[in-house]
């Protein structure tokens, strides 16, 4: 608990505002070399029997492209959920692990990322919950490793995106973690898929129109100087992978 409380302090979070934090868990695996249809079938026969839609099990999957998770499966889970939702939710059962650790770890070559994520609400402009109905619905993250502790001039700056999202009508979550290293993501939801990303203008001139002849400049180089490396990738949901 010491060391989650230490996390929130890093990403800007108040420790009064922790019990009204809504969460977000995934886990990523890259897969063996030639398993991915045995992955596939394992997968949507667990998910299917243990992880129904609308249950505190349910699980949505993503393969992701591009980054370096390239061609790994994220699942996530326990969407929206509050720090006393998640202590009171179910825990898997004995059956549901033995039913993933025979049928589906055989084909896991290794989990390269599990951590849980914060739903920064005054950050975003979009709800954490998507309401696309495209069942292969595409997202794109930017995932910034930041240094210890950025201070409030590097929150001022990422407050300042949610104007320039509206203006340029993109819709973004943003998430920091929880656990694990200390990163904000910037998640942007495509409704059109990956044409949308050709609609968008020049940054600094949307940018110095909404705060000033200038302030892109200043404003980037403040967020450079708490970021340590930046990961760009593409999240598209695999609908037979996931909760029905």
Sequence with gaps: MKKLLLVLCLTGISLSGFSQSVTLQSSTYKIKMGHGAAFRAAVESHVDKYQKLGSPYEVTVYQIGGGKYNGQFRFVGRVGFSWAQREAAP?????????????????????TGFGIQLYRTMYSNTPLKSDDTNPNRVSRTMSMALKFAPPQEFWDVVAKYKNFWNKNGSSYIVTSAATGPNTLNFIRRLRNGVKELDAGGVMIGTWDELYGKGSYDKDMAIMRNYIVETDVYFQTRQPTLSSK
């Excluded at 650790?101 to 070559?109: G, S, T």
């Design 91 to 111: 825990q898997n059962t004995a059956e549901q692990w033995n039913n993933w650790r025979e049928n589906v770890l055989p084909h896991i070559e290794e989990q």
